[in-house]
């Protein structure tokens, strides 16, 4: 990925949630319910997932969303 695409991401996802996931059945359960919730193609639905790069720890997720109004959904809902 280069610095335009790097950039242009930036601008398009500013709303982001950190979670710490426990399970793997916890994280498939946050995945369907935004698939469900959203949609799950990523040029249209507005959020996505991103493991951090560089963390030891696996259990890190940080989700991505392009309005602020889908992230604290997200958030008043799983943490």
């Given amino acids: 990925m280069n610095s335009k695409q790097r950039r242009l991401t930036r601008r398009k996802y500013k709303y982001t949630v950190r979670t710490h996931i426990r ?6 359960l946050m995945f369907d319910w935004l ?3 959203h949609g799950n193609i990523i040029s249209k639905c507005g959020w996505r997932r991103n493991h951090p790069e560089g963390t030891i720890d696996y259990h890190v997720v940080i989700w991505e969303f392009v309005r602020e109004r889908d992230s604290i959904e997200f958030a008043l809902r799983w943490l």
Avoid: L, S
């Avoid at 399970?23 to 498939?28: I, N, W």
């Fill in 35 to 37: 698939a469900r919730k």
């Fill in 23 to 28: 399970t793997y059945e916890q994280y498939c």
